[in-house]
């Protein structure tokens, strides 16, 4: 079901982002696959569109904003237990490769380097 196509501005909803319709543009990415193309779509945007309204409302890229949160979810899914190489698919990475470039350009160190870090809340596996 394709959303209406006029234009419909984002704002940030405490760390969400929303639209004046309520739609979740994070959690509609979550269902899309973080695809920019998909999202701008099931809105009724051109990528072009998407990534002027949300640049505007929260002066980043669709794109970024979607990496800033896969990377949010990963340190989620990792303090939860979860395989390094099973949180990379589910968060919709082709590519395992893809998903420790990601992690290490938002957090500074490899997903390894994080799951060990994060092991004392862990309990030490």
Do not use: W
């Not at 998909?38 to 990528?47: I, K, P, Q, S």
Request: overall charge positive.
């Amino acid at each position: 079901m394709s959303r209406p196509a006029t234009p419909t501005p984002f704002f940030r909803q405490g760390d969400r982002v929303v639209d004046k319709s309520g739609v979740d543009l994070l959690q509609l990415a979550e269902e899309k696959g973080f695809n920019v193309k998909n999202v701008a779509e099931e809105l009724g945007f051109t990528v072009i569109q998407l990534q002027r309204h949300v640049e505007a409302a929260i002066g980043l890229k669709p794109k970024d904003l979607f990496c800033n949160h896969r990377a949010l979810l990963a340190k989620r899914m990792i303090t939860e237990g979860m395989d390094l190489h099973e949180i990379g698919e589910k968060l919709g990475y082709l590519y395992y490769s893809h998903f420790c470039t990601d992690i290490k350009k938002f957090y500074g160190i490899s997903p390894k380097q994080l799951e060990k870090k994060l092991q004392p809340e862990l309990g030490k596996k």
